[in-house]
């Protein structure tokens, strides 16, 4: 499908050595999502309106809301792409911490978290799994050539889930968590093993970040920019392998180095 339908053209004064030059441009389209859950509202997201199916489920499996893929019954997406219904058997204990407890994330887009920031007890990751470093390389030098949608536009983050047998999910949206649960999403829609693969995504690694990893049992985490310090701190808590500065062939290996095998 093209990408042609997330974009909008405008027009624009090019600056170029005090010359200017009035041209048409391509931006971003930001849309309202906004996400049924039996039958009630339950959350409001500005996105790009793609994937919306796969969002949602990512969202509320990465806040527990949703435990298993097994547990939706239907999902709806109305002609217009802005309303998502979701029908699904739910923890309703999560379901209201997560109107309750709110947390603004401190990624692009404005992400809002109610569960992830402590309230859900996840196991630490043992997950034996192992990936050589020209793999993460050559995976990170393809995730940001095969990007359209930031190569025209200059405004949107990515997520990749990288499968033990190379098989590869991408996602992209105008914020990094939107991302990432859009991956997650299409994973478990497709029944895809998350647990043995990795998290490959755009933008800094800061702890709700590394958690939405931690809560999809996804034991290795690499981005081409820096963690934060509470990142770091959750990925060595939680049993995840976080690889930072993943440039050419190098990178920053900060917690459970044993993972990435020469």
Do not use: W
Not at 105 to 118: E, I, P, Y
Not at 159 to 186: P, S
């Amino acid at each position: 499908m093209s990408n042609d339908k997330y974009l909008k053209k405008i027009i624009i004064d090019k600056c170029i050595d005090g010359e200017f030059i009035e041209k048409e441009d391509v931006v971003i389209d930001e849309s309202r999502i906004n996400i049924f859950l039996n039958g009630e509202k339950t959350i409001s997201m500005m996105c790009i309106p793609k994937d919306q199916e796969a969002h949602a489920i990512g969202f509320l499996m990465s806040e527990n809301v949703i435990t298993s893929i097994n547990d939706i019954k239907n999902i709806d997406i109305k002609k217009d792409g802005l309303e998502v219904y979701v029908e699904a058997n739910i923890d309703e204990a999560m379901l209201e911490n997560l109107y309750k407890e709110k947390t603004l994330t401190s990624g692009c887009g404005g992400g809002v978290t109610g569960n992830v920031a402590g309230n859900v007890e996840v196991p630490f990751n043992q997950v034996s799994m192992s990936v050589k470093p020209q793999t993460i390389s050559s995976e990170v030098k393809k995730f940001y050539d095969e990007s359209e949608l930031y190569i025209m536009t200059g405004c949107v983050h990515k997520a990749m889930l990288y499968l033990e047998d190379g098989t590869t999910v991408t996602a992209e949206d105008i914020g990094r968590h939107n991302a990432i649960d859009k991956a997650v999403g299409k994973s478990k829609l497709q029944k895809l093993d998350t647990t043995k693969s990795v998290l490959f995504v755009s933008g800094r690694l800061s702890s709700e970040m590394v958690v939405k990893a931690v809560m999809h049992q996804v034991p290795i985490v690499v981005s081409r920019t820096a963690p934060t310090h509470l990142g770091v701190k959750t990925a060595h808590t939680h049993g995840i392998t976080l690889i930072g500065f993943a440039r050419g062939k190098k990178m920053n290996i900060y917690t459970h180095a044993g993972r990435i095998v020469g």
